[in-house]
Nanobody, 130 residues
Framework: QVALMESGGGSVKAGGSLSLSCVAS????????MAWFRQAPGKAREGIASISTRTGRTRVEFYVKDRLTISRDNARNTMYLQMNSVKLEDTAMYFC???????????????????????WGQGTQVTVSS
């Protein structure tokens, strides 16, 4: 059974850094696409970064690309999200998600909708204060 577990959330001052982790179990790790989503209060869940565990290729949304880095360690079945220079608007519940197969469609676009990922963690809260 596929299981995802996030950790690393917490409270941080604006301008600080935080590192999130997602440990996966129950499947062949390098045959799935992994992603980070976040959901702020009253807002829809948005995909912010994805990584192919097979190729290591990544996608990060342009509005956080200069501050957030996604990476993975296949030996540990773990995905990471390094958050630097955090802003108040980064406050949200952060979710780890996985889908079987590639991260990209044949036309080169990335899977980044919530309904395109079948497996989800419980989430970890990130709160940024001024």
């Amino acid at each position: 059974q596929v299981a995802l577990m996030e950790s690393g959330g917490g409270s941080v001052k604006a301008g600080g850094s935080l590192s999130l982790s997602c440990v996966a179990s129950g499947y062949t790790y390098d045959s799935y696409c992994m992603a980070w989503f976040r959901q702020a209060p009253g807002k829809a869940r948005e995909g912010i970064a994805s990584i192919s565990t097979r190729t290591g290729r990544t996608r990060v949304e342009f509005y956080v690309k200069d501050r957030l880095t996604i990476s993975r360690d296949n030996a540990r079945n773990t995905m990471y999200l390094q958050m630097n220079s955090v802003k108040l608007e980064d406050t949200a519940m952060y979710f780890c998600a996985a889908r079987k197969g590639d991260c990209m469609r044949r036309d080169g676009t990335w899977y980044q909708r919530r309904d395109e990922y079948a497996y989800w963690g419980q989430g970890t809260q990130v709160t940024v204060s001024s």
